[in-house]
T-cell receptor, first 117, second 113 residues
Framework: DTGVSQDPRHKITKRGQNVTFRCDPI?????LYWYRQTLGQGPEFLTY????????KSRLLSDRFSAERPKGSFSTLEIQRTEQGDSAMYLC???????????????FGEGSRLTVL | QKEVEQNSGPLSVPEGAIASLNCTYS??????FFWYRQYSGKSPELIMS????GDKEDGRFTAQLNKASQYVSLLIRDSQPSDSATYLC?????????????FGAGTRLAVHP
């Protein structure tokens, strides 16, 4: 399968623990996005990369959230000292961007669902 | 003001009718607009993109764009129960020299037989 894959699909953790999610994008895609989605809401932008460069991190995101894409391929999203409000679906998406443009056709993974007890 | 606004619905239409979904956006500089469909428990998938004022048709779907009014819509003709899903409007927003996609909260569509 050459789609976007995310791991783990489900994570249950206790408040205060650290969690890490991994995303493997479509291989020829240079742009990678992380979004967070809660029930009844649309995907909320968290951060994105073009190759290994992190282009932007949402101002709404606390310092407990960090993301990396060290070699321009897979990416990790780490949440430190989790809080109950972090419970959500974390979606990864990838696309091909030529320069600064993006066709907008994001291909999403199945998501990683986080439950913080 | 939210960057991308949609009525949350649910929008309920009978099978065979036209479903009309609307979206407004705040950034006048936005040039690219998209409609994604999300089935319950699944990830979003792209169904339409539109870049110029006017209409764009693809099968039963028509996207409409009015940049002066900052308004995007999606029409679904001959609605089918399989069209029941949440429809997300997304707008490409330039920031720091690159563009990223910002999504609305989505409109839930229910097509009943």
């Amino acid at each position: 399968d050459t789609g976007v894959s995310q791991d783990p699909r489900h994570k249950i953790t206790k408040r205060g623990q650290n969690v890490t999610f991994r995303c493997d994008p479509i291989s020829e895609h240079n742009r990678l996005y992380w979004y967070r989605q809660t029930l009844g809401q649309g995907p909320e932008f968290l951060t994105y990369f073009q190759n290994e460069a992190q282009l932007e991190k949402s101002r709404l995101l606390s310092d407990r959230f960090s993301a990396e894409r060290p070699k321009g391929s897979f990416s990790t999203l780490e949440i430190q000292r989790t809080e109950q409000g972090d419970s959500a679906m974390y979606l990864c998406a990838s696309s091909f961007a030529s320069g600064t443009e993006n066709t907008g056709e994001l291909f999403f993974g199945e998501g990683s669902r986080l439950t913080v007890l | 003001q939210k960057e991308v606004e949609q009525n949350s619905g649910p929008l309920s239409v009978p099978e065979g009718a036209i479903a009309s979904l609307n979206c407004t956006y705040s950034d006048r500089g936005s040039q690219s607009f998209f409609w994604y469909r999300q089935y319950s428990g699944k990830s979003p998938e792209l169904i339409m993109s539109i870049y110029s004022n006017g209409d764009k048709e693809d099968g039963r779907f028509t996207a409409q764009l009015n940049k002066a009014s900052q308004y995007v819509s999606l029409l679904i003709r001959d609605s089918q129960p399989s069209d029941s899903a949440t429809y997300l409007c997304a707008v490409a927003k330039f920031s720091g020299g690159y563009n990223k996609l910002i999504f609305g909260a989505g409109t839930r569509l229910a097509v009943h037989p």
